[in-house]
């Protein structure tokens, strides 16, 4: 009988001991917050076969490649940016300065991260946005969905992530708590890559993408200095609700037609997209009362083919949907 006591709080202990991390939208680094990245030059020392509960990747003996300036990453509100007006529905941007200043705007929301555009040298907007991770975010998480943007030569691709791993990654930084993210990602060749992101604020800790011997070579990074800023990331969640909270046809044949079921009211602007990101409708309609209220925009002139509807509340920056419209 004491025999069996001590085995179960033997399991007990080991259960506790390795609980699996789980990273909320909540818990994301705030406006003002860096990450100083160095650049790798051994990839031999990274093992992504270390996978599942409890892991521990062991990676201390990682190696700076001095020749590479580092990369400081600032979590930016995207008013901040020069390029604000270019991504309306962007609500967390990441600045990136290293040789030169890049930026990158995401929507962040309760339970998604998307990507939404860029700038490095050039806007790039995303027409379909490339879903980057869900919250929760935790061991087995995954996802998998399309994505395309005025950079692609052709037509987009798939982006699929699968969290594989939950643990402690050591660095030549420090020791963290972990979630390891495995990607896939798709346009006229695949690229795969290893990303370990902090269970407690969603740093990048470790990137790793695997290269092919042909067009890409092995490359990654890791966290060096993580400074945690102030300034709050703020939602409306009556606002989100409201302009989440919708039902519609789709595919259309003539008129689409937008059932909003909250119970908010406000003034909402509607753009419709194409598939080359040429604005084709653009108008902004007062939703006296938005429980139950149907809003409707005539579809029959436009071809056949694939349009993005971006519906916001005027003046709102958070509250931003963009959905996926099919015209017969």
């Not at 990507?115 to 980057?132: A, F, L």
């Amino acid at each position: 009988m004491k025999k069996g006591i001590i085995t179960c709080f033997v399991l007990l202990l080991v259960h506790i001991t390795y609980a699996q991390h789980t990273l909320l939208r909540s818990e994301m680094l705030d406006y003002g917050s860096t990450v100083t990245h160095k650049y790798i030059t051994n990839f031999t020392v990274i093992d992504t076969t270390i996978q599942g509960d409890g892991a521990v990747w062991d990676f201390s003996s990682l190696t700076h490649n001095e020749s590479v300036q580092d990369l400081v990453v600032t979590m930016a509100h995207p008013d901040s940016t020069p390029y604000a007006a270019d991504f309306p529905n962007a609500t967390y941007a990441y600045v990136e300065s290293s040789t030169t200043i890049n930026y990158r705007f995401f929507n962040l929301t309760s339970d998604r991260m998307e990507r939404v555009g860029s700038y490095v040298s050039s806007v790039n907007t995303y027409t379909d946005p490339q879903i980057e991770y869900v919250f929760p975010l935790t061991l087995g998480t995954k996802n998998s969905d399309t994505w395309n943007n005025t950079n692609s030569s052709f037509g987009g691709g798939t982006y699929s992530f699968e969290c594989v791993g939950s643990g402690t990654l050591i660095t030549p930084t420090g020791t963290f708590d972990a979630l390891m993210v495995r990607v896939r990602m798709v346009e006229l060749f695949d690229v795969d890559a290893y990303h370990w992101y902090s269970a407690d604020n969603g740093a990048q800790l470790l990137s790793y993408v695997v290269g092919d011997g042909l067009f890409m070579t092995n490359s990654g990074m890791y966290a060096d200095e993580i400074t945690v800023g102030s300034e709050p990331i703020t939602t409306n969640v009556d606002e989100i609700d409201f302009i989440k909270d919708i039902s519609y046809n789709n595919p259309v044949e003539n008129i689409l037609k937008l059932q909003f079921n909250s119970h908010v009211s406000a003034p909402c602007s509607y753009i419709i997209v194409n598939s080359v990101g040429k604005v084709v409708y653009q108008e902004t309609s007062s939703v006296i009362d938005g429980y139950q209220e149907t809003v409707t925009i005539n579809f029959s002139n436009y071809p056949s083919g694939i349009y993005f509807l971006k519906l916001s509340i005027d003046g709102a920056e958070t509250s931003v949907k963009t959905v996926k419209v099919i015209k017969k």
